[in-house]
C-alpha cells in the first residue's frame, strides 16, 4: 500500500491520500510538498522520496532487489 503525505510547514497545512492524483491536486491547491510512503502488511514502511508535480514520481527503494525504478 502507498500513503502520500502533503503537508505546509509555513501554514501548519498536512493531509494524508492514498491516490496520487489527489495528492497532486492538494500540493496545487495548498502550495505544499509531498512524500510518499510505501507501507507493508507487516507494519513497516518506507520513505519513497518526494512527489513531482511533472514527470516520473518511480524511485529505487534502498534494501530490495529492484532493477528497474518502481514503487
Same mark, same amino acid.
Given at each position: 500500500? %502507498?500513503?502520500?503525505? *502533503? %503537508?505546509? =510547514? ?8 492514498? !491516490?496520487?492524483?489527489?495528492? %497532486? &491536486? /492538494?500540493? *496545487? $491547491? =495548498?502550495? /505544499? &510538498? ?6 507493508? !502488511?507487516?507494519? $513497516?514502511? *518506507? ?8 514527470? =516520473?514520481? %518511480?524511485?529505487? *527503494? /534502498?534494501?530490495? &532487489?529492484?532493477?528497474? /525504478?518502481?514503487?
Amino acid at each position: 500500500m %502507498k500513503q502520500y503525505i *502533503v %503537508k505546509n =510547514n509555513e501554514t501548519g497545512y498536512r493531509e494524508e491520500f492514498y !491516490s496520487l492524483l489527489e495528492a %497532486k &491536486k /492538494a500540493m *496545487v $491547491d =495548498n502550495d /505544499a &510538498k509531498g512524500y510518499i510512503l510505501k507501507i507493508y !502488511s507487516n507494519g $513497516d514502511w *518506507v520513505d519513497c522520496g518526494e512527489i513531482k508535480l511533472t514527470g =516520473n514520481n %518511480k524511485t529505487f *527503494v /534502498a534494501g530490495t &532487489k529492484q532493477l528497474t /525504478a518502481n514503487y
